[in-house]
């Protein structure tokens, strides 16, 4: 089992910058790729970026690329969500996952980890 848990949401004015975190626990040797999605209210939850846990490479939607970057830090198990440029369709829960596969990174239906989810919400 692998623990996941975020912080860092809050509220922020459009064009600022916010740092999510997700400090990871547990069987952390199991996981390959770990990522972040959204859900906004009425909407499906879609992936935001990802990464290899090991090896470092990432994956970001074009809704987010040149603005959101997502650095780890394996010695402390801990996977940021780095968020500049900050736009109110940037609205959210944000959710921190681990997958124990390097296959179909961007479907939320293959993660086996999940974080509780932090709000972040940007005002125009």
């Known amino acids: 089992q692998v623990q996941l848990v975020e912080s860092g949401g809050g509220l922020v004015q459009a064009r600022g910058s916010l740092r999510l975190s997700c400090a990871a626990s547990?069987?952390?040797?199991?996981?390959?790729?770990m990522g972040w999605f959204r859900q906004a209210p009425g909407k499906e939850r879609e992936f935001v970026a990802a990464?290899?846990?090991?090896?470092?490479?990432?994956d970001y939607a074009d809704s987010v690329k040149g603005r959101f970057t997502i650095p780890k830090d394996n010695d402390k198990n801990i996977l940021y969500l780095q968020m500049n440029s900050l736009k109110p369709e940037d609205t959210a829960v944000y959710y921190c996952?681990?997958?124990?596969?390097?296959?179909?990174?961007?479907?939320?239906?293959?993660?086996?980890?999940w974080g509780q989810g932090t709000q972040v919400t940007v005002s125009s």
């Open positions: 996952a681990a997958k124990r596969s390097y296959s179909r990174y961007r479907s939320s239906s293959e993660y086996d980890y």
């Open positions: 547990g069987r952390t040797t199991s996981t390959y790729v």
């Open positions: 990464i290899s846990w090991r090896g470092g490479n990432t």
